[in-house]
């Protein structure tokens, strides 16, 4: 998962977006398989829900609503738990989507939102079980707001075409300003920024490429 880091301004106790990070909704396969995986994993490593919850923070009555497929987790929750169970979020999918030929992410479906803020709106649009090789996110950023991002693994390069918008790209101490249509590319293993300098929302197609030996 591409390493975006959060606005300073932000909420910085994990807890304390998980009110709009769970959607209670009827649970569609894929999805009621991550929550009957999530109880599987739990109960392998004999863990209650009060220590995941501590080792994810992921508040208990919430870890209780997604093992009975009562609300939907969305990526940035289901990473969580991902992480406290020492998987990747697309070993926590996999499974499900293993005999699937096509697969969606519906334009509506809010489990694809990572990120919702005051700087931008980053929606996955890569499907999970892919992620270990691709990750293909719309990003929106917003007016003056700067995305700023941790280098991923070693090797990883980062593409994005500017469907409207422009942006300034920061890399590697280069720098240089992107417009509608542009398109292009640049070292995503070291700290880069994606900045709007223009006087509306830029939205922006991002896809990080990693290399096949990480």
């Not at 975006?4 to 932000?10: G, V």
């Not at 919430?62 to 406290?84: C, D, H, K, W, Y």
């Not at 020492?86 to 699937?100: C, E």
């Not at 939102?113 to 929106?140: A, G, H, M, Q, W």
Request: overall charge neutral.
């Amino acid at each position: 998962m591409a390493k975006f880091e959060p606005d300073d301004n932000q909420i910085s106790s994990k807890r304390g977006s998980e009110v709009s990070s769970v959607q209670p909704v009827d649970v569609e396969p894929l999805n009621q398989y991550v929550c009957e995986r999530v109880k599987l994993l739990r109960k392998r490593k004999g863990w209650t829900l009060e220590q995941l919850a501590s080792l994810s923070g992921v508040s208990r009555s919430m870890l209780s609503q997604v093992e009975r497929g009562i609300a939907n987790p969305t990526l940035a929750v289901a990473f969580r738990i991902a992480q406290a169970f020492g998987v990747s979020l697309a070993d926590l999918v996999d499974a499900a989507t293993a005999t699937q030929r096509i697969s969606v992410i519906r334009n509506d479906d809010a489990t694809a939102i990572f990120r919702d803020d005051k700087v931008c709106r980053i929606r996955t649009l890569s499907p999970l079980n892919l992620e270990k090789d691709v990750e293909f996110y719309e990003l929106r950023l917003k007016v003056g707001q700067r995305l700023k991002s941790a280098g991923h693994f070693s090797g990883t390069r980062e593409f994005l075409t500017i469907q409207t918008g422009t942006v300034k790209i920061e890399s590697g101490g280069e720098s240089l300003t992107m417009k509608k249509g542009d398109s292009g590319h640049y070292i995503a293993d070291i700290d880069h920024v994606i900045e709007n300098i223009g006087k509306s929302e830029a939205v922006i197609f991002l896809v990080d490429i990693y290399a096949s030996d990480r």
